[in-house]
């Protein structure tokens, strides 16, 4: 098992920068694959960046690329997304999920844990 509680969402303007965490709780963190994932009102739940269990290797969607950074601190059990270059299509609830098991993919619905999700908003 594995608990999830992000945070660091907030109100931004466009080309502004927010810096998300999410703390982690469980014996499996270290070996777990970690994701962000968001969802806007009426869409459907999108792939952001996800990284490796031993955090040496990162994937990102083409949205996130060369904006957004994931990354991640085992011993103190947090993931990180630092979004650089914010744009209004960005809004959107967003959030860390845990894949304790299995190979890396950014398909939400192999993710067995999630956080309740932070707000982010970027105002033109």
């Known amino acids: 098992q594995v608990q999830l509680v992000e945070s660091g969402g907030g109100l931004v303007q466009t080309g502004g920068s927010l810096r998300l965490s999410c703390a982690a709780s469980?014996?499996?963190?270290?070996?777990?694959?970690m994701a962000w994932f968001r969802q806007a009102p009426g869409k459907e739940r999108e792939f952001v960046a996800l990284?490796?269990?031993?955090?040496?290797?990162?994937y990102y969607d083409d949205s996130a690329k060369g904006r957004f950074t994931i990354s991640r601190d085992n011993a103190k059990n947090m993931v990180y997304l630092q979004m650089n270059g914010l744009k209004p299509e960005d809004t959107a609830v967003y959030y860390c999920?845990?894949?304790?098991?299995?190979?890396?993919?950014?398909?939400?619905?192999?993710?067995?844990?999630w956080g309740q999700g932070t707000q982010v908003t970027v105002s033109s």
């Open positions: 999920a845990a894949r304790t098991s299995g190979h890396v993919t950014r398909e939400y619905r192999e993710y067995a844990f």
């Open positions: 990284i490796w269990g031993s955090g040496d290797f990162t």
């Open positions: 469980g014996r499996t963190f270290s070996t777990s694959h």
